[in-house]
């Protein structure tokens, strides 16, 4: 299937604090794809040889767009957010493997952790028959994007360090709080590693429920051939190297070796 595809910013909006939408018209968004996976965006200048992968945030098969959240962390980010509607964009995917439902599916919970959040979106629009419960949590109110948007297709329930927005704490205890009310077919969930390994806390609690989470790692080629995103994975009591950008980024969350 062809996996390079040519892209035309339509639109750049600053959603949140250094925290970018880009709405991308490209051949890549009628092309199959599910929440999880990732595009790989080569950086405009031509100087930065490795791509950038970013999580599709929505796809709108049938208009060809699909829309991108991005924090600028460095200089590859900082020039993508600096673009203005019109620019190509070099685009490789859909890649990697994306999260996935257990048949029958009808309650399910998201939870996602600051640009955790963005991943989850798509699948409010992939699985408009599910029940979704969305659970997210940022460093403050000033950091916050996408709620109105989840709100309207989800139950949503905010959190936030500084108590800014919503609960002041974690998203993990958010959710861990809604368990012991209401359980749910699935828990698919995205963020930073100390939000990931207190996910696993409290998931240890419900074995019961399915649970996958999308991993962020450094990527180089982004296609599975150098390697360079390996993290590890736990299976039948063994323990073996997996590349995050080929064999996931999303895993079911008991398999991977968090520490
Ligand atoms: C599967 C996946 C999905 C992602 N989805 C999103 C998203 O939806 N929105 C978003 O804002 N960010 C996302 N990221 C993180 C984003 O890719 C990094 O923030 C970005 O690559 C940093 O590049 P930079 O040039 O701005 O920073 P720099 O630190 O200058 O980058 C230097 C190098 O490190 C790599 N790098 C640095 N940080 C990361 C990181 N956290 N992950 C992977 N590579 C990194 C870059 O590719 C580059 O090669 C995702 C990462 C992965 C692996
Ligand atoms: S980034 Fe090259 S193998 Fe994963």
Avoid: N
């Avoid at 051949?27 to 040889?49: E, I, K, M, N, Y």
């Avoid at 900082?78 to 009808?106: M, S």
């Amino acid at each position: 299937m062809k996996k390079r595809f040519e892209g035309a910013l339509t639109a750049v909006r600053e959603v949140a604090r250094d925290i970018f939408e880009l709405t991308v018209e490209s051949d890549l968004a009628r092309t199959p794809s599910l929440p999880g996976q990732f595009v790989h965006v080569a950086v405009p200048g031509g100087d930065l040889l490795l791509r950038r992968p970013i999580s599709l945030y929505d796809v709108d098969r049938t208009a060809g767009v699909f829309r991108l959240i991005v924090q600028q962390k460095g200089e590859g980010t900082a020039r993508l957010c600096a673009l203005a509607p019109g620019a190509k964009l070099d685009l490789l995917g859909p890649l990697g493997r994306g999260f996935t439902l257990p048949a029958g599916a009808r309650r399910v919970a998201l939870a996602g952790g600051g640009i955790g959040a963005a991943p989850l979106c798509y699948c409010l629009r992939k699985w408009p028959g599910v029940e979704f419960e969305m659970f997210v949590g940022f460093r403050g109110a000033q950091y916050a994007y996408g709620l109105h948007e989840f709100g309207a297709r989800s139950r949503l329930y905010a959190a936030s360090d500084d108590g800014s927005l919503g609960q002041k704490g974690f998203v993990t205890e958010l959710l861990a709080q809604r368990l012991e009310q209401q359980s749910f077919d699935a828990v698919l969930a995205c963020g930073p590693l100390p939000m990931l390994r207190a996910l696993a806390r409290v998931m240890a609690a419900h074995p019961d429920i399915p649970c996958q989470i999308s991993l962020e790692e450094r990527m180089g080629c982004g296609v599975g051939a150098c390697r360079v995103c390996a993290c590890r994975i736990r299976e039948a009591g063994e323990e073996r190297y997996m590349r995050v950008c080929r064999d996931g980024p999303v895993f079911p969350i008991e398999k991977v070796v968090l520490e």
